[in-house]
């Protein structure tokens, strides 16, 4: 279930990385950019969901808890995130997007770090 959860936090983080990318290429012109960053904004939910499926699974078969944990979290933030966009409230939306990049960068790095690996036996 760890490849799962690499795979999704990895599609999540890059996904996360495009926003900012996007939100760029919008300011410094290209009008059609700013489609693709609400698009991807409204999608990263869903990859934070099966995210979050794939961390519960995770957990239950012996990993840690707080995995899922943080999930949940990311995906109330991603929430928060995607009403502050379409609300135009800029104050909120930049630094939550910069916290969101963080956390979900941070998250998809320690997937392949060796506290990521758990013994099934030690579990039990």
Do not use: D, K
């Not at 290209?30 to 969901?49: K, N, P, T």
Request: charged share 5%; aromatic share 8%.
């Amino acid at each position: 279930m760890l490849l799962l959860l690499r795979i999704t936090a990895l599609i999540h983080a890059v996904a996360v990385f495009l926003q900012p990318v996007l939100a760029g290429s919008y300011l410094s012109g290209s009008v059609g950019a700013i489609q693709g960053h609400g698009v991807i904004g409204s999608g990263l939910v869903l990859v934070a969901l099966v995210q979050l499926l794939a961390a519960t699974i995770y957990w239950r078969r012996g990993g840690p808890g707080w995995p899922a944990l943080a999930t949940a979290l990311i995906i109330a933030a991603e929430t928060l995130q995607i009403v502050m966009g379409f609300n135009r409230a800029f104050t909120l939306h930049v630094p939550l997007g910069v916290g969101l990049l963080l956390a979900c960068t941070a998250f998809a790095i320690w997937t392949f770090q060796p506290a990521a690996q758990f013994s099934r036996r030690a579990a039990v």
